[in-house]
């Protein structure tokens, strides 16, 4: 891709040399074809001496010489190098093929111009949009509908009863669409017997699912992940939960059964929500914290911290008071 | 399943229109081969507009006019839609089939009447019993014992040294029977050396495991999974772990090496336990909580509560007065 | 191998039948191949009575009749032990072989010596040294390095830019080298874009990773995991995370990015590391305690506990001072 088209695509304006670029890099990293990325100023002699052919950088860098390096200024150019890695990333042409290995059931519809690799198990009467592509040793259930640009990495289960939109990535040893954990005491046995687990997961556009995270179908209806959603690793979500849009989740945290996150919460890893919880829409959920079952936490932008959840100006006075008690004593 | 068949089954009273049901279903799902059930009479009309052909209804409804559905009477409308889920799924044929992918040791005894499924591997000397379904891309480790009805979803990974009972569901990605973690440091070099792991794993009848839990086999002797024993996604079950019947663990709970945990104990989400804790019979432990090494936790109903683990009204008063104390200051 | 020259290579002085012995076992499993250990002289006449061929033991043990076993003195038994187990491992044969159903590229380069399980899937351009194992079910991506005597032992994830070192485990489920979770918000949209997670995963020599852990690729640079590290089950480690020699993890820990952890530190279950942390060397973590972003912890052999993670002595003055005041309210 031209640095010039390049610019037009992650909205920076381009100056100096017109090169062909078609990777993202580090300094360390960068041949001719890359584009590196400047965020300090102090930064911007290092860029200026690595190899790369672009360089995106602040609006406000001063720089007497480019060396010939295209030069695509941005107010932000962190977010203008997370755009110019999406951007030559889709530039890659995606090579439609059925590996020989793989076993696709004749009637799973799987688009011409998808890629299927080694090993991989597509059942019976699943459909696979167009461009995507499923890696060695995936399981794709029957029924199973993955929409387009979709990349599912290697060794993915997809369980009967899923749905995915575009440009959904899984990574490796994902479960998506398991059964959910759901019992019922016999009071006169002591035995726990298995609720059904019958209903559906619903996954939008634009979503990312982390290596070996765990996402259960729901119950009786469907579990659902909206739009533009961001799963860190090994993250359970529960049977029936809803999670609105652009929530970003970190690694290892817990989501019981019927929670419910709003758009554009963020929380952070090891939390733990208990079942039927509401986290409403810009909550942040500081790492390690605890919601009990049916709260709600509700505050654009406040973060919250420590089980039971509460505002982390709260959570630290009561640590700096127990601390000085304890001191005393 | 006749609904008078399906009413003795789950012990229920059976009234109205004898129909043939096939399976359970959500109120919106529900067609005329559908049994849903109510558990409050608000719900009570919404079943009666479904599709369904019979209802699981409490004994003190009162219904005017059935429209033609099964009604199946009953004190605890939960566990007995969960006992038709269960009746029903058991008469869902199960075809004895190894498919042509699948790799089985010809020493391996697979009982006429299994399924295997793509792309699995079944090692020398194995045993898998009666109507056992092992699924798409599962690894099964010489010697290893699978007894009947069992349910190996996909991608499970079962070492050697490993044998379960009856009726055992094991869901995608699990690892079984894996080395535990042990080492011994050689204070001369700083180095960790492996202590052996060369013990085995017993799982028991009607256990669930869940999604990419692992749980270890034992170091010299054994790991132990008791009957009815429920864990939940992400679990991790230490070497020499010692759990009873119909104990019940949410998901990322993580339970260290030579832990017991007895009968119907009751464990929450993201709880740890040390290694060599007692946790006795009955016991409930909440969410996220943590127990020291060596430590014996007691109370038969008793919910515990923080780190370290303590009755919950304890736990709950020290909250509430470091909030005063907090505020005060 | 004869007692005698196992006694040499764990470094105890042998007396006695001079046996051939060929596997570490439980008294209980103990045949005259095997040899068994005693920590504590109550342990001796269980030892004696078993069917054992060779016996560790302290160096001050009393033993009137030896019945003919090996006697194996040492001033560490347990250290010992795991050392003939590490000993008696290594000299079973591997045979070098690639199953029929693996797939292994024409450009891979795999040591003549190298066991491929079935199929496992190795990619164009990998390498893997002598002796190593790729059980079944392993996806090895393009130009991965592994080097010698390595395990993989099944159903493994292993990357692109991933390289490891010699004797390197890898249970069952693990994935190596995924892409780490860095996104960058827009604030015009609220939509997450993907930072570029082109960097890559370096493993030393010596290192045990668990089941179902999962280990990102740096972003623009490395991840590294230096010689020794064991790693247990269920462990998330971020982008750019550096591990320094001898530090052990216990499962369901929690590194986020950037983070160093300095040689010899021990952590423990359920830990929850913030990004950009620096755990100085021989620090010792406690289960389920948290560290902040940013926070440097240190005190060479200090336990810490609670999050925010404190000296042990101070956090349980702390608990116990809030404890002493509630129960006066």
Same mark, same amino acid.
């Given at each position: 891709?031209?640095?010039?088209?390049?610019?037009?695509?992650?909205?920076?304006?381009?100056?100096?040399?017109?090169?062909?670029?078609?990777?993202?890099?580090?300094?360390?990293?960068?041949?001719?074809?890359?584009?590196?990325?400047?965020?300090?100023?102090?930064?911007?002699?290092?860029?200026?001496?690595?190899? $790369?052919?672009?360089?995106?950088?602040?609006?406000?860098? %001063?720089?007497?010489?480019?060396?010939?390096?295209?030069?695509?200024?941005?107010?932000?150019?962190?977010?203008?190098?997370?755009?110019?890695?999406?951007?030559?990333?889709?530039?890659?042409?995606?090579?439609?093929?059925?590996?020989?290995?793989?076993?696709? #059931?004749?009637?799973?519809?799987?688009?011409?111009?998808?890629?299927?690799?080694?090993?991989?198990?597509?059942? $019976?009467?699943?459909?696979?949009?167009?461009?995507?592509?499923?890696?060695?040793?995936?399981?794709?259930?029957?029924?199973?509908?993955?929409?387009?640009?979709?990349?599912?990495?290697?060794?993915?289960?997809?369980?009967?009863?899923?749905?995915?939109?575009?440009?959904?990535?899984?990574?490796?040893?994902?479960?998506?669409?398991?059964?959910?954990?759901?019992?019922?005491?016999?009071? #006169?046995?002591?035995?726990?017997?298995?609720?059904?687990?019958?209903?559906?997961?619903?996954?939008?556009?634009?979503?990312?699912?982390?290596?070996?995270?765990?996402?259960?179908?729901?119950?009786?209806?469907?579990?659902?992940?909206?739009?533009?959603?961001?799963?860190?690793?090994?993250?359970?979500?529960?049977?029936?939960?809803?999670?609105?849009?652009?929530?970003?989740?970190?690694?290892?945290?817990?989501?019981?059964?019927?929670?419910?996150?709003?758009?554009? $919460?963020?929380?952070?890893?090891?939390?733990?929500?208990?079942?039927?919880?509401?986290?409403?829409?810009?909550?942040?959920?500081?790492?390690?914290?605890?919601?009990?079952?049916?709260?709600?936490?509700?505050?654009?932008?406040?973060?919250?911290?420590?089980?039971?959840?509460?505002?982390?100006? %709260?959570?630290?006075?009561?640590?700096?008071?127990?601390?000085?008690? $304890?001191?005393?004593?």
């Amino acid at each position: 891709m031209r640095s010039t088209e390049l610019a037009e695509r992650i909205g920076a304006s381009c100056e100096g040399g017109d090169v062909e670029l078609s990777e993202v890099a580090s300094f360390t990293e960068a041949a001719a074809q890359s584009v590196v990325f400047v965020e300090h100023s102090r930064f911007l002699s290092g860029a200026l001496a690595s190899g $790369a052919g672009g360089i995106i950088v602040p609006v406000d860098s %001063e720089i007497a010489n480019a060396r010939g390096k295209a030069l695509l200024w941005t107010r932000n150019p962190r977010l203008a190098f997370a755009l110019a890695g999406e951007a030559l990333a889709r530039s890659e042409a995606q090579v439609g093929q059925v590996n020989a290995s793989a076993i696709v #059931a004749p009637s799973a519809e799987v688009h011409a111009t998808c890629r299927v690799d080694e090993l991989s198990v597509v059942g $019976a009467g699943a459909s696979i949009g167009a461009r995507s592509h499923v890696g060695p040793g995936c399981v794709i259930g029957p029924g199973v509908v993955i929409g387009e640009d979709c990349n599912l990495v290697a060794r993915v289960t997809v369980y009967s009863g899923t749905s995915m939109g575009d440009r959904v990535t899984v990574k490796a040893g994902a479960v998506l669409g398991g059964d959910g954990f759901g019992f019922v005491p016999d009071p #006169a046995t002591g035995r726990f017997h298995k609720f059904p687990q019958i209903g559906r997961l619903e996954i939008g556009n634009d979503v990312e699912i982390g290596a070996n995270t765990t996402i259960d179908r729901g119950a009786l209806d469907a579990t659902v992940i909206g739009d533009g959603v961001k799963l860190d690793n090994l993250i359970q979500v529960g049977h029936n939960v809803r999670i609105g849009r652009n929530v970003v989740v970190a690694s290892q945290t817990g989501i019981s059964g019927s929670t419910v996150i709003e758009d554009g $919460a963020i929380i952070g890893g090891q939390v733990g929500l208990g079942d039927h919880v509401l986290i409403e829409s810009g909550v942040i959920l500081g790492s390690q914290c605890g919601v009990p079952s049916k709260k709600v936490v509700r505050g654009k932008g406040v973060v919250f911290w420590g089980t039971p959840a509460r505002p982390l100006g %709260e959570y630290l006075k009561e640590l700096a008071t127990l601390a000085r008690i $304890a001191r005393k004593k």
